[in-house]
């Protein structure tokens, strides 16, 4: 039996309508019925269809558009938030980095490479370990 090795992803921006609920209800998804509670949102996804989030999971997966900085909207893609510092395999070596509304920072490297360092993760040359 082959081993499937896990690599990771980036979420589409993909703009879709949400609302948080204040009342409970059970709502029908395309994978059954699910539970809503006071505080969950309510997607409605790409196809119409509609599915409860738990506010935790709205917060690290959801922006509001058109209200975030440009920059946010990166980290978000890479599952980060401004400010957040995470570790990057750039070449064959490991730097801390972190977005900031005016880029990203690199410690260890001159500021004329964190662009190249921006530009490598949009196109996966560079990679984030955590």
């Keep these: 039996m082959a081993k499937n090795k896990a690599e990771q992803y980036c ?10 609920t204040d009342k409970e209800f059970d ?3 395309l994978e059954g019925t699910h539970h ?3 505080g969950d949102w309510i997607i409605t ?3 119409g269809e509609q ?3 738990k506010p935790d999971i709205f917060a690290k997966t ?3 558009c058109g209200q975030a900085n440009k920059m946010e ?6 599952g980060k938030k401004l400010n957040e510092e995470f570790t990057i395999k750039y070449g064959s070596r490991c730097y801390k980095a972190y977005f900031k509304k005016s880029g990203i920072r690199v410690r260890g490297l001159y500021y004329m490479d964190w662009n190249n360092v921006l530009v490598g993760l949009l196109i996966g ?3 984030i370990i955590d």
């Design 36 to 38: 809503a509670s006071i």
């Design 62 to 64: 959801y922006i509001k």
């Design 45 to 47: 996804g790409v196809n």
């Design 51 to 53: 599915y409860p989030c």
């Design 27 to 29: 709502i029908e998804t």
């Design 125 to 127: 040359e560079v990679t």
């Design 73 to 78: 909207q990166v980290a978000v893609m890479f």
């Design 11 to 20: 979420k589409l921006p993909i703009p879709i309508m949400a609302y948080q």
